[in-house]
């Protein structure tokens, strides 16, 4: 008899639809929680562990292949002005599908429940004390080591340009240091792939406790919301990114055919983080060089996340309409700036998109305690932008190597890119 053997995006999706239905049989169990949450916690602690030697040591070595200053320079600066860019569309394209959809008017705000969002309350306070001085001169670490056990991803980053181009400055006395990081990112891509074996059971227990947790029940009240969401970030993806891909010369559809496990993986645990090593992996494999995809897409983390801040501008809408509160398109233009602002300067805050709401309404005039009603469904919203992120940055990866003139999908991946 042959022996069937899944494919591990197969295994994922076996995971996501089994977490789907047993959290829905055990929906409003804390038993059935608290036995799911560790297999899930599990995962998650797994990813996280490995997460900052693969950023570290991939940037490290990537940089110092680069070689000079001039050109890291060049390519943070193409970097930045696309996550800004692709940044400004999102937003627009979130704020034309509130205005045409217009979610939030019409609803009854007495069948809404309202759920607890102090702890978002207090750190956006923390951040409002914030200048923009202040948040530039964090992502200079005082520690490197201290950087890497908060795992703040700017700092590390920033750290690890800084060595790699030391690096490669000491020429020859440096490449047992270079040999060693080389290692050491082949080492950890290794444990990754160890560890996404565990995947499947990891995505079949978080995805059922959200389930269990949330429910669809809970949709129901605001799924005009949810709706407009999901359609917006479909047709972002499809459309928007598909569009830029194509300009580019890569089929949207088959890039996402080839990061299909990490798009079930992101969407069914709401974590970026799970699928950073493999999505770097896969893209030097498309074609992006390895110094361009290992520093772009750690990077992209912080400043290219276009379904949040797609998210966040329909969200800010809702709640003006939910209130009757008009907003005018002067008044729409500047919560666009804001937001692009606010979503770059809170990146790896916990609870980001909540906290760059609250901070975003305190500019604009609206009714914080407005994001109490949405709060209760913002996990089940919040696997769709992490996907929607993950997408993002996948393209960057290859949008930017094909600006620097360095795009070159191995012959394996050709039809990444489409017939002429």
Do not use: C
Not at 215 to 239: D, E, H, N, Q, R
Request: zero cysteines; hydrophobic letters at 55%.
């Amino acid at each position: 008899m042959k022996k069937i053997k899944l494919s591990l995006a197969t295994q994922i999706f076996i995971g996501l639809v089994l977490g789907i239905i047993v959290g829905g049989i055990f929906y409003g169990s804390p038993t059935a929680q608290s036995f799911l949450q560790p297999f899930g916690d599990l995962f998650i602690r797994l990813i996280k562990m490995i997460v900052v030697p693969i950023v570290l040591s991939s940037i490290i070595v990537a940089i110092a292949g680069v070689g000079d200053l001039k050109s890291v320079g060049k390519l943070g600066a193409k970097s930045l002005t696309y996550f800004i860019g692709m940044t400004l569309v999102a937003i627009a394209v979130g704020l034309i599908a509130a205005n045409i959809f217009q979610p939030g008017a019409g609803l009854n705000m007495d069948k809404l429940e309202q759920s607890d969002i102090s702890k978002y309350v207090d750190t956006s306070e923390e951040q409002e004390g914030k200048s923009i001085a202040d948040t530039l001169l964090h992502i200079v670490p005082t520690n490197p080591i201290q950087a890497m056990v908060e795992g703040d991803m700017l700092a590390i980053i920033f750290f690890a340009v800084v060595f790699g181009l030391g690096i490669a400055a000491i020429g020859e006395k440096g490449k047992p240091v270079l040999r060693f990081f080389e290692g050491m990112a082949n080492a950890m891509f290794y444990v990754t792939n160890l560890f996404m074996k565990y995947a499947p059971i990891g995505v079949f227990a978080l995805i059922g406790v959200t389930i269990s947790k949330y429910g669809f029940a809970s949709l129901i009240p605001l799924g005009k919301l949810a709706l407009t969401v999901y359609g917006t970030m479909i047709f972002f993806v499809i459309v928007v990114l598909g569009l830029l891909a194509k300009f580019v010369g890569i089929n949207i559809f088959k890039l996402l055919k080839m990061i299909k496990e990490e798009l079930i993986l992101a969407f069914s645990t709401a974590s970026s983080e799970t699928v950073l090593p493999k999505i770097m992996d896969k893209m030097e494999k498309a074609g992006s060089p390895k110094h361009i995809a290992s520093f772009v897409i750690p990077t992209g983390y912080s400043f290219n996340l276009d379904g949040s801040v797609l998210y966040q501008a329909i969200a800010s809408l809702f709640i003006a309409q939910m209130y009757g509160i008009d907003l005018s398109i002067g008044t729409q233009i500047t919560l666009m700036l804001v937001l692009m602002v606010t979503s770059k300067g809170m990146a790896g805050v916990p609870g980001v998109s909540f906290v760059v709401l609250l901070a975003t309404f305190s500019t604009i005039g609206l009714p914080p305690e407005g994001l109490a009603f949405i709060a209760g469904i913002d996990r089940i919203l919040d696997m769709g932008r992490t996907a929607v992120n993950v997408v993002g940055n996948s393209l960057a990866a290859l949008v930017v190597a094909k600006w620097e003139g360095q795009f070159n999908p191995p012959v394996e991946v050709k039809n990444l890119q489409e017939a002429s």
